[in-house]
């Protein structure tokens, strides 16, 4: 029996992998559940141990089963937003979890996928900072070796192994898509702690914040540089979902929602941090998204509404806080960052060949100002321990980061691209590489996102048709003159 060729002609072409419609019903109701994750995490003692090694098994068997390299992405993009939560609910694993969990996910994939295009470069940066790490272990004793080095290098490794991943992963934007809800959705969790705990406080004083000691109520108990910066993170991944061309219509103003109220959480943290990383970034892909003259009605319309939503809310936060809101983000001190960039650059030029040696610089800092004070910019660090190695490592980060936003072939891919790396830039130029957004957000640039049609190859010219179905045959005449026959 013959079938209709209409009906064959009227059937949709298969998707390609991976492009199937995402549910988003099932995803808020996934972001409502890590409501009370969250809050469980908090508060009941061992929750947080038991989900950062179910989040490690469940990874592992991910990387080792996926059929596309992509899926080790969510995972990964899933740790790095959850990752702040474990340290903030003390879960008994070892501190740089997340990051070494990330690293073994993306290794995984990089060895089964054989994704080693173009990998060269960030191992070169890794292997670059090795000599500061063996000129101290003559130095110190084991006990410190054991802390120092891990602490530091950690941020680094996890970075190049992002890098070396994504450098070989595709992007399609519903895969984009994915990989920001699974940032978003643990940072959703974050958020219910803050509230949480922000809710039950019996009383704040707010006066504490403007002098950078702040009231870690705000913050569900734990480091505000830290819990802002995440919270900047979901601001900006919220934002671009709703910029999103894969996001349903229908959904964009929950997305926008979620936006206003972790910039809103984010900046009661009374750590600038949060709002100034998302700030540049989401300025940063405006720069690009305004481009496209399909999206400047999104850009035109998104930023009405986050000005109506900053002149509603803004003057409730600083009624509340007693003006102490609006006087911390007036304030221009940065917290002593400007003293450690001034040692590190010092450090860097009294010993440029080898540095001082992986987590030598607070000694360093401790001979100039008293105090063993951590650093905060990563760039200065990588001078001052590492030396020309660490130099020419920052070079190096420099190059990639240029080279993918150049390999980015329409405005949405250079928008996203570029937000990525700015994000990064300012992350490790307040908080160094304490969390592991910083090597999953930076190493996220390196993949090709695919947005619009490729390039195609010029065709080439066609054939020129004959004018006569038969081509004619010259004959010679008997009187020796050329005739044409058919």
Same mark, same amino acid.
């Given at each position: 029996m013959?079938k ?14 991976? *492009?199937?419609?995402?549910?988003m019903?099932i ?6 559940l890590?409501m ?11 929750v ?14 991910v ?7 992509i ?12 990752e702040v939560i ?6 008994k ?6 990051k ?5 996910f ?9 994704? /080693?295009k ?12 090795i000599p500061a ?5 003559p130095?110190?004793p084991?006990?410190d070796?054991h ?9 680094p ?8 991943y ?11 898509l ?14 219910a ?9 019996a009383?704040?004083?707010f006066s504490v914040n403007?002098?950078?000691?702040k009231?870690l109520?705000?913050t ?15 601001v ?8 999103? *061309?894969?996001t349903p ?6 997305f ?18 949060g709002?100034y ?6 300025v940063?892909?405006c ?8 999206m ?8 009405i509404?986050m ?5 509603i809310?803004?003057?409730i936060?600083?009624n ?7 006087d911390?983000?007036?304030?221009f ?23 001082l040696?992986?987590?030598q610089?607070?000694?360093?800092r ?7 004070m ?8 990588l ?7 660490g130099?020419?490592?920052l ?12 390999? /980015?072939?329409?405005?949405? /891919?250079r ?11 300012l ?12 090597s999953?957000i930076?190493g996220l ?9 490729p ?11 004959a004018?006569?179905?038969a ?11 050329p005739g044409v026959?058919?």
């Amino acid at each position: 029996m013959l079938k209709n060729p209409s009906s064959q002609r009227l059937r949709p072409p298969p998707s390609a992998p991976g *492009e199937a419609p995402i549910p988003m019903g099932i995803v808020l109701a996934i972001m409502f559940l890590h409501m009370f994750l969250g809050v469980l995490m908090k508060k009941v003692p061992g929750v947080s141990t038991w989900h950062a090694f179910g989040s490690l098994v469940v990874g592992v068997i991910v990387a080792c089963r996926c059929r596309r390299p992509i899926t080790v992405a969510y995972v990964a993009a899933y740790v790095s937003g959850i990752e702040v939560i474990w340290r903030m609910t003390k879960a008994k694993v070892f501190t740089e979890w997340g990051k070494l969990i990330i690293s073994i996910f993306v290794i995984i994939a990089v060895v089964r996928f054989s994704r /080693a295009k173009r990998t060269w470069l960030p191992i070169v940066y890794f292997v670059l900072l090795i000599p500061a790490c063996l000129i101290i272990i003559p130095e110190l004793p084991y006990e410190d070796l054991h802390e120092a080095i891990p602490y530091t290098m950690s941020g680094p490794f996890a970075l190049m192994a992002c890098m070396c991943y994504f450098s070989g992963v595709k992007i399609t934007p519903t895969d984009c898509l994915r990989v920001l809800l699974g940032v978003l959705i643990p940072i959703i969790a974050l958020s219910a702690i803050v509230a949480f705990t922000t809710l039950t406080a019996a009383d704040f004083d707010f006066s504490v914040n403007v002098r950078n000691v702040k009231d870690l109520s705000l913050t569900g108990g734990f480091g505000p540089n830290q819990v802002s910066s995440t919270l900047g993170l979901g601001v900006l991944a919220a934002f671009l979902i709703v910029m999103h *061309e894969r996001t349903p219509a229908a959904y964009k103003p929950v997305f926008f929602a979620i936006t206003a109220g972790l910039a809103t959480q984010a900046a009661m943290t009374f750590s600038r941090t949060g709002l100034y990383l998302a700030g540049g970034a989401i300025v940063t892909a405006c720069f690009f998204y305004f481009g496209d003259p399909k999206m400047r009605p999104r850009i035109l319309l998104f930023s009405i509404a986050m000005a109506l939503a900053v002149v509603i809310i803004l003057p409730i936060l600083d009624n509340y806080t007693s003006g102490a809101l609006m006087d911390r983000f007036k304030s221009f001190d940065t917290t002593g960052r400007d003293s450690i960039l001034l040692a590190d650059i010092m450090a860097f030029l009294s010993q440029p060949a080898f540095g001082l040696g992986v987590d030598q610089g607070r000694i360093f800092r401790n001979a100039y100002y008293g105090t063993l004070m951590e650093s905060h910019v990563e760039w200065s660090r990588l001078m001052a321990e590492h030396g020309v190695f660490g130099l020419a490592a920052l070079l190096i980060l420099i190059y990639l980061g240029l080279r993918n936003f150049a390999a /980015a072939q329409t405005l949405r /891919a250079r928008a996203i691209v570029a937000s990525f790396i700015v994000f990064t830039f300012l992350y490790t130029s307040s908080c160094g590489m304490r969390l592991a957004l910083a090597s999953f957000i930076y190493g996220l640039a390196c993949a090709t996102f695919q947005f619009g049609p490729p390039r195609r190859r010029p065709r080439p010219p066609a054939p020129r048709t004959a004018m006569f179905s038969a081509s004619p045959q010259v004959t010679v005449l008997p009187t020796g003159m050329p005739g044409v026959s058919r």
